[in-house]
């Protein structure tokens, strides 16, 4: 079974800054791994996702991820955020024994101010 | 194009109405799975499905039910509904290194 833990329920961040935001699995099992961005009342669309190879991962809208594998972390960056990006964001994980069956963050809350 | 859709996008019921909740996909997909959105718990998965015939329970199955005859369909079924219940439902399909969502069906329960 996996576990995962976003460690920021809320990320207030002025535009233009960057943003780093923190998640923490755990897994008795290899493992993927997956961001998502949720807008209001909207559903969910994928960021990102590693399943192997390179540790770090690009997505689209400039973010991208680095998995390290030592500190079970998975945290998304951005190097200078728009108000475009106030959105809710996951983190996902799945074993790789078990392809699309993801165990979900609580979600961090991003709220970018000009 | 491909897709995933869900029936109703809204939906209100009563106390102890059954209530079924559809999910099409044409990906054709054999892994299909319900997740529901509530506020500090992110999704959590109720049952999913890896092939017609196969369902699964998930983290939170209890007062729910999932029956798989084709493989372009996973209905989610709330046998008696109740106030904890309330909640943004999504459907989910992967296959060959794809995974898509659904746009989600919110359920109250009065």
């Known amino acids: 079974a996996q576990s995962v833990t976003q460690l920021d329920s809320q990320v207030p961040v002025f535009e233009e800054a960057p943003v780093e935001l923190r998640c923490n699995y755990s897994?008795?099992?290899?493992?993927?791994l997956f961001w998502y961005v949720q807008y209001p009342n909207q559903g969910l669309q994928l960021l990102l996702k590693?399943?192997?190879?390179?540790?770090l991962v690009k997505g689209i809208n400039g973010f991208e991820a680095e998995f390290n594998k030592s500190q079970t972390s998975f945290h998304l960056r951005k190097p200078s955020v728009h108000i475009s990006d106030t959105a809710e964001y996951f983190c996902a994980v799945s074993g790789t024994d078990s392809w699309g069956k993801l165990q979900f963050g609580a979600g961090t809350q991003v709220v970018v101010t000009p | 194009d491909a897709e995933i859709t869900q029936s109703p996008r809204h939906k209100i019921t009563e106390t102890g109405r059954q209530v079924t909740l559809a999910c099409h996909q044409t990906w054709n997909h054999n892994n299909m799975f319900w997740y529901r959105q509530d506020l500090g718990h992110g999704l959590r998965l109720i049952h999913y499905?890896?092939?017609?015939?196969?369902?699964n329970k998930g983290e939170v199955s209890d007062g729910y039910s999932v029956s798989r005859s084709n493989t372009e369909d996973l209905p989610l079924t709330l046998e008696s509904a109740a106030s904890s219940q309330t909640s943004v439902y999504f459907c989910?399909?992967?296959?060959?290194?794809?995974?898509?969502f659904g746009p989600g069906t919110r359920l109250t329960v009065l």
């Open positions: 989910a399909s992967s296959g060959n290194g794809q995974q898509f």
């Open positions: 590693y399943l192997s190879g390179s540790t």
């Open positions: 897994s008795s099992v290899s493992v993927y």
């Open positions: 499905s890896y092939g017609v015939q196969d369902t």
